[in-house]
């Protein structure tokens, strides 16, 4: 069994974006990288996080606390119990105007680097050129697709 915590001594302050958290991945001991991320983020009492854009789909689920979310031109309060969807290029940040904390997971997925990680894992499989590789380098060598009788890692 693999637990993932996220708990008040778990977090990290980052100071690119202004919140305190903890990124799922790595989880060199449990999951493969997948080709998305996540995080446990904490707004502080009176704090906006960092604005910022990127080239990932973006979701907040608020699970504590309550605030006010901008995307773009647009302003919305958000509470626990909500989800929010941002899509790439848009400029967001969120800000906790009340007196505790404000948590969410946010989870991102399909920009660039991950497609890019995608398309070389499936160019290798296929043992064909990556197109988004550089075009004289060789093609990737065929790996051998994984046999699904195989036994997997916890069968008896």
């Not at 001991?29 to 009176?46: C, F, L, Q, S, T």
């Not at 504590?64 to 989800?83: C, K």
């Amino acid at each position: 069994m693999h637990i993932f915590t996220a708990h008040e001594d778990d977090m990290v302050f980052e100071e690119a974006y202004n919140v305190s958290g903890r990124r799922i991945f790595p989880w060199p001991e449990a999951v493969e990288e997948p080709n998305w991320g996540g995080a446990w983020v904490d707004v502080a009492p009176g704090a906006t996080s960092t604005p910022h854009d990127h080239d990932e789909n973006e979701m907040f689920f608020i699970v504590e606390g309550s605030g006010v979310m901008r995307i773009g031109g647009e302003t919305r309060r958000v509470r626990a119990g909500e989800t929010v969807f941002i899509t790439p290029h848009q400029d967001h940040d969120l800000t906790n105007d009340g007196e505790g904390r404000l948590r969410f997971v946010t989870i991102w997925w399909g920009g660039s680097e991950a497609v890019a990680r995608d398309r070389a894992k499936w160019a290798a499989v296929f043992g064909i050129q990556d197109p988004g590789a550089d075009p004289g380098a060789p093609a990737a060598a065929a790996v051998p697709a994984p046999d699904p009788n195989a036994p997997q890692r916890g069968d008896a």
